[in-house]
């Protein structure tokens, strides 16, 4: 069964805990990000843990090997379950983080942020860009080659990048909306359900539950939207 993800988004360490508190046991990891690690620095991370909360700390990483090495040792010494490096990076980026990890955080690779259209890509990259996808997949096949555990990609991406990488690798999915769900600033979005049915072994659900009016309810119905989906891929 894929798990769940909710990304505390929020104003300072208070908030973030109190969201924990309520939703609890119903989620598997709680992401924090850059807005909260920049406001609340390691301590967050402590209190979560000490709670036996799982954390997946999204900071994509992308510096020079050495200093990108040191960030994911600092990391594991917070005793962090998942950690982004971008796979833009390259191959010395990525072998240094794989090789600083020694096992003791599983490493995603970030390869195309799912706000971005094949439009915004090409003018990233300067050249034409006629297939996100295969984008993703290229650059997932460059992460899995220098020994990153898996990939942070869209779920319009993940049935291909199972199909290519096979089942050892970890998908994580962002950019979860119920059906129905504004889109928000993300372009390449899914329900809980098809994310599951074609191979997400994370799901990252953010305002489709933390905005909602009754956070718990929201909660209810992306687990059942999430049963839906590993039922139809069995």
């Given at each position: 069964?894929?798990?769940?993800?909710?990304?505390?988004?929020?104003?300072?360490?208070?908030?973030?805990?109190?969201?924990?508190?309520?939703?609890?046991?119903?989620?598997?990891?709680?992401?924090?990000?850059?807005?909260?690690?920049?406001r609340a620095g390691p301590e967050v991370v402590r209190l979560l843990k000490e709670r036996g909360r799982k954390v997946f700390l999204d900071l994509k990483l992308l510096d020079i090997p050495n200093t990108v090495a040191g960030a994911v040792?600092?990391?594991?010494?917070?005793?962090?379950?998942?950690?982004?490096?971008?796979?833009?990076?390259?191959?010395?980026?990525?072998?240094?983080?794989?090789?600083?990890?020694?096992?003791?955080?599983?490493?995603?690779?970030?390869?195309?942020?799912?706000?971005?259209?094949?439009?915004?890509?090409?003018?990233?990259?300067?050249?034409?860009?006629?297939?996100?996808?295969?984008?993703?997949?290229?650059?997932?096949?460059?992460?899995?080659?220098?020994?990153?555990?898996?990939?942070?990609?869209?779920?319009?991406?993940?049935?291909?990048?199972?199909?290519?990488?096979?089942?050892?690798?970890?998908?994580?999915?962002?950019?979860?909306?119920?059906?129905?769900?504004?889109?928000?600033?993300?372009?390449?979005?899914?329900?809980?359900?098809?994310?599951?049915?074609?191979?997400?072994?994370?799901?990252?659900?953010?305002?489709?539950?933390?905005?909602?009016?009754?956070?718990?309810?929201?909660?209810?119905?992306?687990?059942?939207?999430?049963?839906?989906?590993?039922?139809?891929?069995?």
């Amino acid at each position: 069964m894929a798990e769940l993800i909710v990304p505390l988004d929020q104003p300072g360490i208070d908030d973030a805990l109190r969201l924990v508190d309520e939703l609890g046991d119903g989620v598997d990891f709680y992401k924090v990000g850059l807005e909260l690690f920049t406001r609340a620095g390691p301590e967050v991370v402590r209190l979560l843990k000490e709670r036996g909360r799982k954390v997946f700390l999204d900071l994509k990483l992308l510096d020079i090997p050495n200093t990108v090495a040191g960030a994911v040792r600092a990391a594991a010494a917070l005793e962090v379950d998942l950690l982004t490096v971008h796979a833009t990076g390259g191959t010395a980026m990525l072998e240094a983080a794989a090789q600083a990890s020694a096992g003791r955080v599983r490493l995603l690779a970030v390869t195309v942020l799912t706000s971005f259209s094949s439009d915004e890509l090409a003018e990233v990259w300067s050249r034409p860009v006629d297939d996100v996808a295969a984008e993703v997949e290229r650059l997932g096949a460059l992460a899995r080659r220098c020994g990153i555990d898996g990939l942070v990609s869209s779920a319009h991406e993940v049935a291909a990048l199972r199909a290519a990488l096979g089942p050892e690798a970890i998908l994580v999915t962002p950019g979860i909306r119920l059906a129905g769900g504004a889109a928000h600033d993300q372009t390449r979005i899914a329900t809980p359900e098809r994310a599951v049915r074609d191979g997400a072994d994370h799901l990252v659900v953010g305002r489709a539950i933390t905005a909602a009016a009754d956070r718990r309810e929201a909660l209810r119905q992306v687990r059942a939207s999430m049963r839906a989906g590993a039922g139809a891929a069995e």
